[in-house]
């Protein structure tokens, strides 16, 4: 066999490799020109710039003519990356003290040099909230919105060393939406300062999509030390909580809370937000002797599931909160306005708050609104 016979497999080899690059290439440099586009810190800016780098170097190293500088320019942004973000990425380890709490599960435990947490969560949802705008036209209209309700939080959480020290969950919710492991029994929790063996009342807050963002421990912070009560903010991967195993995850972490916090488990109650709140119909029907009352912020409603006699006699006599924005255009108000009355016949005990001009991110655009509507209706 000749020498051209010889290389011809190899040559094949070549061409497909490359014509997979090429296929791959606009679905790896979307997500990185995002981050270093829309990033809001350095070390987010250093890491879509990173990305980019790393993506464009197969195409750099084929185009280079025999200069050595356009590669060198594309590896440098990769070796800064390596050394510095690193060096600043969170312990995962709250100050002992300040109350804030991230349970992982011990075969899992925190990976603090994870692609998650070398790049900071705000950076992570600066860019998911361009990417969804893509695909969602109401997020489209409302980017700019989000964006100013969702990052100055961010910011302020950052200046909390307690909460800056936190990892971030997003990993189990990319791993939902690739199909991985996304239900591993991690949460987070927040005790506010209480007496030795003394125990308090306690939210169980249930997230909605694309994951348990640290931002909204954050937020419910305010609502516990005010009313010393503990939240406990557990993780299900994108937040699809109807699924099955749903309710299964949010009692087994009020077992975890309960055996490692200063819970009273008889006063518990369960709130979610958005699609949070099919998690908390469903463990609600499910288990409603742990808890004092529902919650639904914003939250997703069902007719079928909210007056099926399961959930009902459960209900029947007990009370639920909803609390809904006038202009929620992802849960109409017109479904909840329909729901409240059939639920109220059927013997619910149903407290209806109606925040005119609010639309489905009310949970942060009237925060303490929001926590005012709970604290009156909890009292």
Not at 88 to 102: E, M
Request: proline residues 6%; hydrophobic residues 50%; glycine residues 8%.
């Amino acid at each position: 066999m000749d020498a051209r016979a010889r290389t011809q497999p190899l040559a094949f080899l070549r061409h497909l490799a490359w014509a997979f690059y090429y296929l791959v290439l606009p679905g790896l440099a979307f997500p990185s020109l995002l981050l270093l586009l829309r990033a809001a810190t350095w070390r987010g800016h250093l890491g879509g710039l990173a990305a980019v780098a790393l993506v464009s170097l197969p195409l750099v190293w084929r185009l280079r003519r025999n200069r050595r500088w356009p590669v060198a320019a594309a590896v440098a942004p990769v070796i800064l990356a390596v050394i510095a973000l690193p060096l600043a990425a969170p312990s995962g380890v709250p100050p002992a003290g300040s109350g804030v709490v991230s349970t992982w599960p011990q075969a899992e435990g925190y990976r603090r040099y994870s692609l998650w947490n070398l790049v900071p969560e705000i950076d992570q949802a600066a860019a998911g909230i361009s990417a969804a705008a893509v695909f969602d036209d109401r997020i489209w209209r409302a980017t700019g919105r989000i964006r100013g309700l969702v990052l100055p939080a961010y910011r302020e959480l950052e200046a909390d060393p307690a909460f800056a020290s936190l990892g971030s969950t997003m990993n189990y919710a990319y791993a939902d939406v690739l199909g991985g492991t996304f239900d591993v029994g991690h949460f987070y929790a927040y005790v506010p300062q209480h007496a030795a063996g003394e125990r308090l009342p306690t939210i169980l807050f249930l997230h909605g999509s694309v994951g348990n963002f640290q931002v909204y421990l954050w937020a419910w912070k305010r609502f516990a030390d005010r009313n010393r009560f503990v939240v406990v903010c557990p993780s299900f991967g994108f937040g699809l909580w109807d699924r099955r195993g749903g309710a299964e995850a949010a009692l087994r972490a009020l077992d975890r809370a309960e055996a490692d916090l200063p819970i009273d488990p008889s006063r518990v109650w369960l709130a979610g937000l958005s699609n949070g709140g099919l998690g908390v119909t469903r463990a609600g029907a499910r288990a409603p002797e742990r808890f004092r009352g529902l919650v639904y912020l914003s939250g997703v409603v069902e007719d079928d599931w909210m007056t099926s006699p399961e959930f009902v006699e459960a209900w029947r006599g007990r009370p639920v909160l909803i609390v809904h924005g006038d202009r929620d255009d992802r849960v109409p108000m017109e479904y909840v306005s329909a729901l409240v009355p059939r639920m109220e016949a059927l013997g619910v005990t149903v407290t209806l708050r109606l925040h005119a001009g609010e639309d489905h991110f009310l949970f942060l655009s009237s925060l303490d609104a929001v926590l005012a509507d709970l604290e009156a209706w909890v009292k």
